[in-house]
Structures are given as structure tokens and as C-alpha cells.
Nanobody
Framework: QVQLVESGGGLVQAGGSLRLSCAAS????????MGWFRQAPGKEREFVGA????????VYADSVKGRFTIARDNAEKMVYLQMNSLKPEDTAVYYC???????????????WGQGTQVTVSS
């Protein structure tokens, strides 16, 4: 089992950057694919990106490709989401999640963090 805790959210101006972190517990962190999702008010939770077990494969949503980067540190049991060139439409609660196989839908993930708010002002 994996427990996930996100941090690093906040308020930033459009064009700015933020780095989100996700701390994981559990002895088998490197066995999990890690994903990031976001949910804006009144909208469904959507896929942002995912990274494979040792980071060799990454997948991103078209809306963030070229602006967001996912990284992981298996020794520290951490996953990061570097967000650059932020836009007001990136405003959402951001969640990290864990699963055993690469997936891009919420149904594909077994474990979730509590989320961290990101607000981008125009």
C-alpha cells in the first residue's frame, strides 16, 4: 500500500512557475507508476502526466506538453511536477496518484493523495 502527500501548491502569476512534490510511503515505491491529475471547480478530474517505474517513460496531456515536467526520485520516494509558463486555466487542485501499470485515466490509479491547490492569476 502507498500513502501519498502533495505539497508545493500556491498562488502564482501567469507565466510563472511552481514545483509540486509528492511524498510517498511504503517499501515498494519503485514498483509504482506515478501520475499527476488535476481538478478545476465544476470539472472532472483530468490527467496531467505520468512517469514509469524508473522514469524511463513519461506521458503528458496535450494541454501541458512542453510546459510541465515529471520527475521521480525512488531513493527519496518522491515525485515532482515542474510547472512552467503557467496559465490561468492551469488553476486546479493537483493530485498525485499511484498505480502498477501506465495509465492516463483516474480509473487506472489505486492510490491518491489529498491534493494541493494551484491558483494562477492573470
Amino acid at each position: 500500500q502507498v500513502q501519498l502527500v502533495e505539497s508545493g501548491g500556491g498562488l502564482v502569476q501567469a507565466g510563472g512557475s511552481l514545483r509540486l512534490s509528492c511524498a510517498a510511503s511504503g517499501r515498494t515505491f519503485s514498483s509504482y507508476v506515478m501520475g499527476w491529475f488535476r481538478q478545476a471547480p465544476g470539472k472532472e478530474r483530468e490527467f496531467v502526466g505520468a512517469i514509469s517505474w524508473i522514469g524511463g517513460s513519461k506521458v503528458y496531456a496535450d494541454s501541458v506538453k512542453g510546459r510541465f515536467t515529471i520527475a521521480r526520485d525512488n531513493a527519496e520516494k518522491m515525485v515532482y511536477l515542474q510547472m512552467n509558463s503557467l496559465k490561468p486555466e492551469d488553476t486546479a487542485v493537483y493530485y498525485c496518484a499511484a498505480t502498477t501499470n501506465m495509465a492516463t485515466t483516474t480509473a487506472g490509479y489505486m492510490y491518491w493523495g489529498q491534493g494541493t491547490q494551484v491558483t494562477v492569476s492573470s
